[in-house]
Protein backbone atom coordinates (compact mmCIF):
# COMPACT_ATOMS: atom_id res chain seq x y z
CA UNK A 1 0.00 0.00 0.00
CA UNK A 2 1.07 3.25 -0.79
CA UNK A 3 0.33 6.14 1.92
CA UNK A 4 0.84 10.17 1.64
CA UNK A 5 2.10 11.49 4.93
CA UNK A 6 1.60 15.33 5.81
CA UNK A 7 4.76 16.15 8.22
CA UNK A 8 4.49 19.19 9.92
CA UNK A 9 5.47 21.46 13.33
CA UNK A 10 6.52 24.93 14.27
CA UNK A 11 7.81 24.58 17.68
CA UNK A 12 11.68 23.63 18.43
CA UNK A 13 14.24 22.35 15.88
CA UNK A 14 11.46 21.69 13.63
CA UNK A 15 14.15 19.89 11.19
CA UNK A 16 15.31 17.87 13.55
CA UNK A 17 12.12 16.43 14.04
CA UNK A 18 11.73 15.94 10.66
CA UNK A 19 14.57 13.83 10.15
CA UNK A 20 13.63 11.95 13.65
CA UNK A 21 10.51 11.25 12.75
CA UNK A 22 12.07 9.86 8.98
CA UNK A 23 14.05 7.56 11.03
CA UNK A 24 11.13 6.62 12.81
CA UNK A 25 8.35 6.10 9.90
CA UNK A 26 11.34 3.96 8.21
CA UNK A 27 11.54 1.90 10.80
CA UNK A 28 8.01 1.53 12.02
CA UNK A 29 5.78 1.91 9.44
CA UNK A 30 7.28 1.05 5.53
CA UNK A 31 9.88 2.92 3.27
CA UNK A 32 9.87 6.34 2.33
CA UNK A 33 9.65 5.91 -1.20
CA UNK A 34 9.33 10.39 -2.11
CA UNK A 35 9.56 12.83 -0.21
CA UNK A 36 8.53 17.09 -1.20
CA UNK A 37 10.58 19.53 -0.46
CA UNK A 38 10.15 21.52 2.91
CA UNK A 39 7.45 23.85 2.53
CA UNK A 40 7.32 27.12 5.08
CA UNK A 41 3.59 28.22 5.79
CA UNK A 42 1.82 30.68 8.29
CA UNK A 43 0.29 29.21 11.31
CA UNK A 44 -3.80 28.09 9.70
CA UNK A 45 -6.75 28.23 11.86
CA UNK A 46 -4.27 29.78 14.63
CA UNK A 47 -2.14 32.89 15.11
CA UNK A 48 1.07 32.18 16.57
CA UNK A 49 4.65 33.65 16.29
CA UNK A 50 6.54 30.74 14.39
CA UNK A 51 5.85 29.64 11.23
CA UNK A 52 5.43 25.90 10.01
CA UNK A 53 7.46 23.87 8.07
CA UNK A 54 5.66 21.13 6.06
CA UNK A 55 6.61 17.89 3.78
CA UNK A 56 4.53 15.17 2.73
CA UNK A 57 6.29 11.44 2.54
CA UNK A 58 5.21 8.62 0.03
CA UNK A 59 5.32 5.40 1.98
CA UNK A 60 4.97 2.18 1.01
CA UNK A 61 3.52 0.24 4.11
CA UNK A 62 2.22 -3.51 4.87
CA UNK A 63 -0.62 -2.59 7.72
CA UNK A 64 -4.28 -1.61 8.20
CA UNK A 65 -4.90 2.23 8.71
CA UNK A 66 -5.85 2.04 12.66
CA UNK A 67 -2.32 0.69 12.97
CA UNK A 68 -0.25 3.36 10.79
CA UNK A 69 -2.39 6.35 13.18
CA UNK A 70 -1.20 4.07 16.40
CA UNK A 71 2.48 4.47 15.11
CA UNK A 72 2.09 7.85 13.62
CA UNK A 73 0.75 9.19 16.75
CA UNK A 74 3.34 6.93 19.13
CA UNK A 75 6.11 9.19 17.01
CA UNK A 76 4.34 12.64 17.48
CA UNK A 77 4.61 11.44 21.09
CA UNK A 78 8.07 10.60 21.53
CA UNK A 79 8.94 13.84 19.57
CA UNK A 80 7.23 15.87 22.30
CA UNK A 81 3.95 16.79 21.17
CA UNK A 82 1.63 17.57 23.22
CA UNK A 83 -2.17 17.59 22.11
CA UNK A 84 -4.29 20.19 23.34
CA UNK A 85 -7.89 20.77 23.35
CA UNK A 86 -7.89 23.10 19.99
CA UNK A 87 -7.55 21.32 17.15
CA UNK A 88 -5.58 23.72 15.99
CA UNK A 89 -2.04 24.92 17.92
CA UNK A 90 1.45 25.27 17.90
CA UNK A 91 3.58 21.83 18.21
CA UNK A 92 6.77 19.99 17.64
CA UNK A 93 5.43 17.74 14.78
CA UNK A 94 2.76 16.19 13.64
CA UNK A 95 1.82 13.12 11.29
CA UNK A 96 -1.12 13.57 8.90
CA UNK A 97 -2.26 10.61 7.02
CA UNK A 98 -3.51 12.28 3.84
CA UNK A 99 -4.20 9.35 1.99
CA UNK A 100 -4.14 5.33 2.18
CA UNK A 101 -3.72 4.03 -1.95
CA UNK A 102 -7.48 5.06 -2.85
CA UNK A 103 -8.83 3.71 0.37
CA UNK A 104 -11.72 5.75 1.58
CA UNK A 105 -11.82 5.06 5.48
CA UNK A 106 -13.82 6.77 8.16
CA UNK A 107 -14.27 6.00 11.50
CA UNK A 108 -14.53 8.48 14.96
CA UNK A 109 -10.66 8.12 14.95
CA UNK A 110 -9.73 8.42 11.43
CA UNK A 111 -10.66 9.77 8.23
CA UNK A 112 -9.06 8.73 5.22
CA UNK A 113 -8.52 10.91 2.41
CA UNK A 114 -7.91 13.65 5.33
CA UNK A 115 -11.16 15.34 5.17
CA UNK A 116 -8.92 19.23 5.02
CA UNK A 117 -6.29 18.35 2.94
CA UNK A 118 -7.89 19.89 -0.24
CA UNK A 119 -8.94 22.93 2.15
CA UNK A 120 -5.05 23.46 3.38
CA UNK A 121 -2.81 25.54 0.69
CA UNK A 122 0.20 24.12 3.09
CA UNK A 123 -0.88 20.60 2.15
CA UNK A 124 -2.05 20.84 -1.63
CA UNK A 125 1.39 22.37 -2.47
CA UNK A 126 4.00 19.72 -1.09
CA UNK A 127 1.54 16.75 -2.51
CA UNK A 128 1.16 19.06 -6.09
CA UNK A 129 5.13 18.82 -6.38
CA UNK A 130 4.73 14.94 -5.85
CA UNK A 131 1.29 13.59 -6.95
CA UNK A 132 0.21 16.11 -9.06
CA UNK A 133 -1.97 13.81 -11.51
CA UNK A 134 -3.35 11.87 -8.65
CA UNK A 135 -6.80 11.30 -8.25
CA UNK A 136 -8.63 12.30 -4.94
CA UNK A 137 -10.90 9.20 -4.58
CA UNK A 138 -13.84 11.49 -3.38
CA UNK A 139 -13.85 15.01 -4.98
CA UNK A 140 -12.34 12.99 -8.61
CA UNK A 141 -10.38 15.81 -9.41
CA UNK A 142 -6.13 15.87 -9.62
CA UNK A 143 -4.28 17.00 -7.07
CA UNK A 144 -3.08 19.82 -9.40
CA UNK A 145 -6.78 20.91 -9.86
CA UNK A 146 -7.21 21.02 -6.72
CA UNK A 147 -3.91 23.04 -5.51
CA UNK A 148 -5.73 25.44 -8.36
CA UNK A 149 -9.09 25.98 -6.93
CA UNK A 150 -7.43 25.75 -3.13
CA UNK A 151 -9.22 29.08 -1.31
CA UNK A 152 -7.06 29.08 1.22
CA UNK A 153 -4.93 32.58 0.19
CA UNK A 154 -2.68 32.00 3.37
CA UNK A 155 1.36 32.38 2.95
CA UNK A 156 3.00 28.71 1.55
CA UNK A 157 6.63 29.09 0.07
CA UNK A 158 9.23 26.30 -0.62
CA UNK A 159 11.91 26.99 1.45
Not at 6 to 20: A, C, M, P, V
Not at 28 to 53: M, R, V
Not at 108 to 113: A, D, G, K, Q, V
Amino acid sequence: MTVYLLLGGNIGNTRKYFSEAKEMIQKKAGDITKESSLYESEPWGFTHDQNFLNSVLEVSVDMEPIELLDITQSIERELGRVRKKSQYSERTIDIDILFYDSIMFDTERLTIPHKMLHKRRFTMMPLNELIPDYIHPLLNKSIKELTDICEDKSLVKKV
